[in-house]
């Protein structure tokens, strides 16, 4: 039985530090500064795109706040 529960805890304990090593080491954040990491591929076009969607919306900011261009939120 108590090799049953050694078992276990190798097993959570493997579990649990699977997710410890996570993040950004800082000689790999040369290569998340590079132009084709970007989130956005066409920096011109979204920027057209949005001046577009918010001359028609008649609302001005990011599309991540709440309300519209009547100023009520």
């Not at 649990?16 to 090593?21: M, N």
């Not at 000689?27 to 001046?51: G, I, V, Y």
């Amino acid at each position: 039985m108590t090799i049953h529960k050694l078992g276990i805890a190798i097993a959570i304990s493997g579990l649990l530090s699977a997710c410890s090593s996570m993040g950004v080491d800082p000689w790999q954040r040369q290569n998340l500064a590079k132009p084709e990491m970007a989130l956005d591929s066409s920096p011109l076009t979204s920027a057209l795109d949005d001046h577009i969607y918010f001359s028609k919306e008649a609302s001005s900011g990011g599309r991540s706040f709440g309300g519209g261009g009547c100023g009520c939120n």
